[in-house]
């Protein structure tokens, strides 16, 4: 309502034929932690717009996402609140089928976790009741399937079932699902490592063969809540998920016991911002109820709850400690997993490629490449960050609170770009929130003699991180790399040459070539190229940038001469020797 009385919504998008009285718009749900214990600040706004598509053509279905998306802006720019929604068909839905309207299904998802955490805690806003609620929990598909047609065909029933529809059921998951739903939370701990183990423990916990793993959670939440009183917090949907993980752990795997507990006591905490809950609150109470069970001294629990002032390595080795436990629950599944890929249609033999790669790149220590950040400085914002280089040639970032007073130091790098590949690769800088600082007696120059900010830079390499996932379908290949000369003294011209290259995948890499200042120009000029050329990719940009006094206007003509074979800019038919350089011209 508030988005049409401020007018943003275009007329046309408004026009509807359809009575209200037999919309297309069956039901409208939030899904996720909103309403339960791990509810927090950071909780994701996502909701399921379940449609009949049937009665929609592909205009009107356009016009129905334009208004959705004028919600997502109103709610990002007034509230600085990220909402998602998930518009899917019912028939799909019933199916397990996520397709957009008339388009393929592209699903990397695991697609019965997801259905089943949305029967696990969808909060019903606007709609019909999924009619899954009111049969009885842990059915057969095939009695489900036959219980429900025969309700439907009930004339004397059709007034009550009116409210009702039918979104399937959840099977009890295969090998594939939970190797693949194991996958997708590696690739999900991007953003939040302790949510992706928990969900990914879970998900482990159906390969034992135990009568308590037997049965998925929905159907024991609804079992619960049958009985469960007012107020009874021991049927709540995540609660019943700490229970589960903690007891896998307990009888499984007992090494890691200790840090699932951790996990739950910051879930429960509203990680990354971790602090207590509110005296009093449900929450609370559990969380004291966990303490005292696990018998947690009074000093560890300061300890967990000074989280933030952790400093950044601290922060990044539980991180990395929690990426290495999702680490070793897929090595546990994938001989399993893998061979049951090679029998898939080619459709999810795709999808399952996008996936093992997404995993390949998340799990990727090689050297050289740009490492994350904690989880905690991802999510941070920083209105001001401070860039210079200290006495011993080391490049230092600071967080600022203000133009001023600076916050403790964030990151260290022997190079320039490491120090901006980092703050790319983490997201620290945001152009309409964030301002740098560079603080060094060099400037920067890209290709006048006018000096350049670190903006500059980062609008060079966007984006960082793919838009879409279609890119992982494929090996990694390069596609641009920034290249920075690095020229102290006009006297000794380059010295040093960083080079920090990005592939289609999002990874970025650094590295750095030394030249013996002895030498001739022409020759560091080769072993730039020679350098430039151990790069091989048929589409790489390369964006050449000084840092020096002064701008020397034949450096990168003379290196480009080298890569004349690789690069230089013809028209057919053109003799070689008298090609242009664009550059130079």
Request: charged share 25%.
């Amino acid at each position: 309502k508030a988005v049409l009385d401020m007018e943003e919504v275009p007329g046309d998008i408004l026009e509807t034929q359809t009575d209200i009285k037999d919309p297309c718009v069956l039901g409208f749900y939030h899904i996720g932690s909103l309403g339960t214990f791990t509810q927090s600040a950071q909780s994701d706004f996502d909701y399921w717009v379940i449609i009949d598509r049937t009665g929609f053509t592909e205009q009107r279905y356009y016009n129905f996402e334009k208004k959705l998306n004028h919600i997502v802006k109103f709610a990002r720019e007034n509230f600085d609140q990220e909402v998602t929604f998930f518009i899917m068909d019912q028939a799909d839905i019933r199916k397990d089928c996520y397709a957009g309207f008339e388009e393929p299904e592209t699903m990397i998802a695991p697609k019965l976790f997801l259905k089943e955490e949305f029967y696990r805690t969808f909060l019903m806003i606007a709609g019909k009741i999924p009619i899954w609620t009111i049969l009885p929990a842990n059915m057969p598909q095939g009695t489900y399937d036959r219980l429900v047609g025969h309700l439907f065909r009930q004339p004397e029933l059709a007034f009550l079932l009116k409210d009702f529809l039918d979104l399937g059921k959840v099977e009890m998951p295969s090998v594939k699902d939970i190797y693949q739903g194991i996958r997708w939370h590696i690739c999900k701990s991007k953003e939040d490592p302790v949510k992706a183990l928990l969900k990914a423990t879970m998900i482990l916990s159906h390969i034992t063969n135990e009568k308590d793993s037997a049965m998925l959670l929905c159907d024991q939440l609804k079992q619960k809540f049958a009985k469960a009183g007012i107020d009874d917090c021991e049927s709540d949907p995540y609660k019943i998920v700490f229970d589960r993980v903690l007891h896998y752990h307990q009888v499984h795997a007992p090494d890691g016991l200790k840090l699932i507990k951790t996990a739950i006591f910051f879930r429960l905490c509203g990680y990354p911002k971790v602090r207590l809950p509110e005296p009093g609150s449900p929450k609370k109470q559990l969380i004291d109820k966990y303490i005292r069970t696990w018998n947690v001294p009074p000093s560890q629990v300061k300890k967990l709850i000074s989280y933030p002032n952790w400093p950044e390595q601290g922060k990044q080795l539980l991180d990395s400690t929690l990426i290495q436990r999702l680490a070793g629950m897929y090595e546990q599944i994938s001989a399993k997993g893998k061979a049951i890929e090679k029998n898939l249609p080619p459709a999810e033999q795709r999808n399952m490629k996008i996936l093992n790669n997404k995993v390949k790149e998340r799990l990727n220590k090689e050297a050289g490449k740009i490492p994350s950040s904690s989880n905690f400085l991802t999510r941070h914002s920083f209105p001001f960050l401070s860039i210079k280089e200290n006495s011993m040639g080391e490049w230092i970032l600071s967080a600022a609170l203000s133009n001023t007073i600076h916050d403790s130091v964030l990151h260290t790098s022997k190079t320039f770009l490491g120090l901006m590949g980092w703050i790319m690769e983490n997201r620290l800088y945001r152009r309409d929130k964030t301002q740098i600082k560079l603080k060094t007696r060099l400037k920067l120059y890209e290709s006048n003699a006018q000096a350049v900010s670190t903006d500059a830079l980062y609008l060079i390499m966007q984006p960082v991180k793919p838009l879409f996932d279609g890119c992982f379908e494929y090996d990694a290949r390069w596609t641009k790399i920034l290249i920075l000369l690095v020229c102290p003294s006009a006297r000794f011209g380059v010295t040093q040459v960083e080079l920090l290259a990005l592939n289609s995948w999002g990874e970025l890499f650094l590295d750095l070539l030394r030249l013996d200042t002895e030498g001739v120009l022409d020759d560091r000029y080769r072993k730039i190229a020679d350098k430039i050329n151990q790069y091989a990719g048929e589409e790489i940009r390369l964006f050449f940038f000084q840092m020096a006094q002064n701008r020397d206007e034949n450096a990168v003509y003379g290196i480009k001469q080298f890569l004349a074979e690789r690069f230089l800019m013809h028209r057919p038919g053109t003799a070689k020797r008298t090609r242009p350089m664009l550059d130079k011209l």
